[in-house]
């Protein structure tokens, strides 16, 4: 695959973005028969470069299985998706692994942060692999975290622990961020540091973010909010104005 | 549990279920319990089936108590030992050498001659007649003939061959081919091994060979019987009192009887395998046992808790978990014993090749069973036995929560600027390394003990092929040896010398013994050499040749460690033949011999000693290749020739004789080795697998290849399997070291020759053991599902 920079790699400059994401009559079945379980069932969408897109429904609606098959992790069983023109959906398993290598930064629920490895070196982890990393120390105080970095996992708190997920993922400078349940594990407080640090982020560096929750209020914080339902994209909403992390709670 | 109309409790049949979940690792441990346990049934049943076989073959064919061999002595002398008190039963009878003349062999071959009366009913040293008939004692050309020798030379009942006794040509016929308990290992003296084709044990009736051996109407050997409650010891020494006149040798028990000796040391050394063998796998199957029920209980923890919540009872748990333990157990003892029943009826057939019994059954009785059983279930129990007791210990609550993730804390090993170069991905594999030393020492161990397994089969053959380069490059450098039916004079050597084609004549004379030292007696012989010898030499520890010279005796450490006798003791040396002189010796010096416990001095020396001119009793002999066949030709033509024995033929035998024998343990025990090792790997890679499927799954998101994240689980097992290679080059010599001095017995030493190759042979084998495990589980990391990295752990 190469290079995944096709046309239009040209950062948010103001003009109408092309798409980063779209996809065509996408699906996604798992097991056959009366047992088929159909968690994707023809989304058509267009994510424009740079923004920060919140995802938003009841548990299997859909949103997690987009976001993997997104994020090259898992695959469709029907329809086309695109990465900056470069199908998602044809490449093989070593085009994909290079793709999340070089271009995608994942937040999980439950941090999943290497316990044998301090903070500093979780980072650093990502850092080694990408062509063009961000130091560990200044990933780690873009979250706040500069002071803990030679903390283990065990020694930090969830919203530190996730702070340094975060840290990690954006370390790569990556093309695209995605963070599923990023707070789900956190309580309401511990959240909106979280929230707050992935939107700068989205500010500073560009990178495309989409965020996977059950909160309905971090929607505000979006430039826009898909809603999911039974496997379908019921809506999409474009915030005119967003509001700060700071101004949320749930 | 009891649901009425099953068969299986609903736990029974979580248990089988669970069971074929971590089947994988259950085949490991059984597989390493069944290899320990096959190794116990087959040496423990192997040693039971030549004991019983053996005891039932001595009594039953009245295998002789005691020797008495003498130059000669009239019949009626039979009478005289008959009347010795603890004597039941005593005959005379007639042995010497002869040479048997085969067309295919380029050489006469060299055969032992016992006189036998057929019409004695139950006679001691009976024979068991396997074909043909008896001989006919009115008819002096019959013979009967050993079987494996008729069988390798293709001679059957009514053939005839001629025999050389003291140069006289006899024909006789063959009337059958018979075994006896006196012959159940033929090994002619001086030989490293039995080969049958070899060496011919002949049996004839007094009447037909008294005159070839000049004995008529005499005797040169009393075997007896004696009674219950005997004391072999006080009637040896009055049979040598007796016999004295006679030229008496020396009488022996049956303890020192050649062909009982080697038996019985075989039996020895096969107590001694299954005793050092089977405790290192049942070592390692408890350890593996452990790793698997650990991390079994680890992964059930809810289940416990939930089991617990709805009223089960702390035993039922236990139990639950203890039958896992038990079918494990099971499995592996009934693999093991099918196991072992095989390998038993593998080595019966290789030892029936050499030890000629009538017949040898390999049988494992139940107790056998039995005692695998128990065995398999102990080890079993003891590596589960701490995991079964914290099933037992947690409590509903706590085993409902899963288990707090692993502390990794600031300050605990590998960190600091050294480390500071070093990746992450091996930081993470030595920060685990680091975190659980414990099991990490013990998976370290175990592919330790499957390596020593290699290491001491590769010392194995380094000893042998020392013995071989040793015996047959260095200090004997012949190219034949001829022994002599009784001494000779020089003039023999100057004889052998004229034979067109012999470029070198060394004389030896054997002459046999009894050695005392203080109230210690051995029976034994004195070499006497010439004081340079060039084909037959004399060596020390360091393989420098010893010069023998002076009226000292040169003694092999052996030997004089048995009769406590080091450098400047006097020993007193009781000739047995010639004048029958007692000699009181100093010994001058010690040195090392593989086979045997030799004595040594100096031909002329003894000779003087003996008051008799230069006599010689063999000449090793140095020929020219290209006239080695008509140098043997004429060699044929010697009358006074006993034997004559080709090195290069001895050399083959012998490396037969290995390939064979203990050539296919090393095989069996090289496989076993593999077994654990990737035993040992495959457990502990797999249980690696599912602790961290989370972790690698993503690193696997994260963008990490399949190879990177299999870098991490499998970099840890590599690092443990290097640590384990200098353990199990340590244990491994430790071992064999100690296997070496158990299995050296005073018929041969068995040599500690340390060297990298044999090191460098086991690494690799547990390497490529460890690298196939590791494959086998890079299939895991490759089938990793990256969804479920998104999951909640576990």
Redesign the interface.
């Known amino acids: 695959m190469g290079e995944l920079n096709g046309p239009g790699t040209a950062r948010n400059g103001g003009q109408e973005q092309r798409p980063i994401f779209q996809t065509t009559g996408l699906t996604k079945t798992y097991g056959s028969g009366a047992a088929a379980v159909h968690a994707l069932r023809g989304v058509e969408l267009e994510i424009p470069e740079g923004e920060l897109v919140v995802l938003l429904g009841p548990s299997g609606s859909g949103k997690s299985t987009l976001l993997n098959i997104l994020g090259g992790i898992d695959r469709a069983s029907g329809g086309e998706a695109y990465f900056k023109g470069n199908e998602l959906t044809a490449m093989k398993e070593r085009a994909l692994t290079a793709y999340r290598r070089r271009h995608v930064g994942f937040v999980f629920q439950f941090y999943n942060l290497m316990p044998s490895l301090t903070a500093a070196e979780n980072v650093e982890l990502v850092a080694e692999i990408a062509p063009d990393p961000m130091q560990a120390f200044d990933a780690l105080k873009l979250v706040e975290l500069e002071a803990r970095a030679d903390h283990f996992p065990a020694e930090l708190s969830g919203g530190e622990q996730q702070r340094v997920a975060i840290a990690r993922a954006i370390a790569k400078k990556p093309t695209v961020l995605f963070c599923d349940e990023p707070t789900g594990a956190l309580d309401s407080e511990t959240g909106v540091t979280v929230l707050k640090a992935l939107q700068t982020l989205n500010e500073e560096l560009g990178a495309t973010t989409l965020i996977i929750t059950h909160a309905a209020a971090t929607g505000a914080i979006a430039d826009r909010v898909i809603h999911f339902a039974d496997g379908r994209i019921r809506e999409v909403v474009k915030n005119a104005v967003k509001a700060s992390a700071s101004d949320i709670s749930w | 549990m009891n649901v009425s109309g099953h068969m299986l409790s609903t736990l029974d049949k979580k248990l089988l279920r669970d069971l074929w979940r971590i089947k994988g690792q259950a085949l490991a441990v059984i597989l390493v319990i069944a290899a320990g346990i096959a190794l116990q049934v087959m040496s423990h049943g192997m040693m039971r089936s030549l004991e019983e076989t053996m005891r039932a073959y001595y009594e039953r064919y009245r295998f002789a108590d005691i020797y008495a061999p003498v130059k000669r002595a009239p019949a009626h002398v039979v009478s005289e030992i008959q009347a010795l008190d603890g004597v039941s039963d005593a005959i005379g009878r007639i042995t010497g050498g002869g040479l048997i003349e085969l067309p295919e062999a380029e050489t006469p071959v060299s055969a032992k001659i016992v006189s036998f009366d057929p019409d004695t009913f139950s006679p001691i040293n009976g024979i068991y007649l396997a074909e043909g008939r008896m001989i006919d004692p009115t008819r002096r050309n019959e013979i009967l003939l050993l079987r494996p020798f008729a069988e390798a030379h293709g001679l059957s009942p009514g053939d005839e061959i001629s025999i050389t006794v003291y140069g006289a040509r006899y024909r006789f016929k063959i009337s059958g081919l018979a075994l006896s308990p006196e012959f159940v290992y033929a090994i002619p003296p001086g030989a490293f091994v039995s080969d049958p084709a070899s060496y011919a044990i002949v049996w004839a009736s007094n009447e037909a060979i008294e005159a070839a051996f000049d004995l008529d109407g005499a005797f040169n050997e009393f075997l007896l019987a004696t009674a219950r409650g005997a004391n072999s010891q006080a009637l040896i020494d009055e049979l040598d009192r007796l016999l004295a006149p006679y030229g008496a040798i020396g009488a022996f028990s049956r303890a020192d009887q050649t062909s009982n000796r080697y038996l019985v040391e075989e039996l020895a050394q096969l107590n001694t395998m299954g005793r050092v063998m089977t405790p290192i796998f049942l070592g390692v199957a408890v350890f593996l046992m452990n790793i698997v029920i650990t991390r079994l209980v680890e992964t059930e923890r809810d289940q416990i808790g939930i089991m617990k919540a709805f009223g089960y009872a702390n035993h039922e748990v236990g139990a639950h978990y203890l039958k896992f333990v038990i079918v494990i157990a099971l499995a592996g003892a009934v693999v093991g014993w099918g196991g072992g029943l095989w390998l038993g009826k593998l080595i019966a057939g290789i030892y029936q090749t050499y030890f000629h019994f009538p017949f040898l059954v390999f049988v494992a009785e139940f107790g056998t069973f039995a005692i695998a059983l128990a065995v398999s279930g102990a080890a079993a129990a003891l590596g589960a036995i701490a995991a079964v007791r914290s099933a037992i210990a947690l409590s509903p609550a706590v085993a409902m929560r899963p288990p707090a ?6 300050g605990r090993g590998f ?1 600091g600027r050294i480390f500071n170069s070093v ?3 091996s ?2 594999i030595f ?2 390394l680091a ?1 659980q030393p414990f099991r990490a020492a013990l998976t370290t161990f175990g592919i330790g003990a499957a390596m020593s397994l290699s290491v001491m089969m590769r010392f194995n053959v380094n000893a042998t092929d020392y013995m071989l380069d040793v015996s047959f490059n260095i200090v004997d450098r012949s190219d034949i040896f001829v022994s002599f039916i009784e001494p000779l004079s020089q003039e023999a050597v100057f004889e052998l010398g004229h034979i067109e084609g012999v470029t070198l004549v060394e004389p030896v004379r054997s002459s046999p013994v009894l050695f005392l030292n203080k109230r210690i007696t051995q029976l034994g012989a004195i070499t006497a050499l010439s004081e340079q010898p060039v084909l037959n030499r004399v060596v020390d520890e360091n393989l420098l040749p010893v010069t023998i010279r002076g009226e000292g005796i040169v003694l092999s450490r052996q030997l004089a460690d048995l009769l406590a006798a080091p450098v400047g003791e006097m020993i007193r040396v009781e000739l047995r033949d010639g004048r029958r002189p007692v000699l009181d010796v100093p010994v001058v010096g010690v040195v090392e011999a593989l086979v045997g416990t030799p004595a040594y001095m100096p031909i002329d020396a003894l000779n003087r000693r003996l008051k008799e001119p230069l006599r010689i009793s063999g000449a090793y002999l140095k020929a020219d290749p290209l006239k080695r066949a008509s140098v043997y030709r004429e060699l044929k033509s010697f009358p006074e020739i006993a034997g004559v024995s080709l090195q290069r033929e001895a050399y083959k035998n012998f490396e037969k004789v290995i390939d064979e024998g203990p050539g296919t343990f090393r095989y069996i025990m090289t496989v076993f080795s593999i077994v654990i090792a990737v035993g040992v790997v495959y457990n502990s890679a797999r249980i690696g697998f599912i602790e961290r499927s ?2 690698l799954a ?9 190879t ?1 994240a299999g870098y991490v689980l499998l970099g840890e097992i590599i690092a443990l399997v290097i640590f384990a290679l200098p353990i199990g080059s340590v244990l491994g010599f430790l071992i064999w070291s100690y296997l070496a001095g158990a299995l050296s017995t005073e018929l041969y030493q068995i040599p500690v020759i340390y060297r990298e190759d044999g090191l460098g042979y086991a690494a690799m084998i547990v390497l490529l053991a460890a690298t196939a495990a590791s494959a086998y589980i890079q299939r895991d990391i490759n089938r990793l599902d ?2 479920s ?2 999951k ?2 576990e």
């Open positions: 993730p692993p502390k990794f804390a600031r960190s990746d992450q991905l930081r993470m920060r685990r975190h989370h972790d993503s690193l696997r998101v994260m963008g990490f290849t399949k990177e990256l969804v990295a998104l909640t752990k």
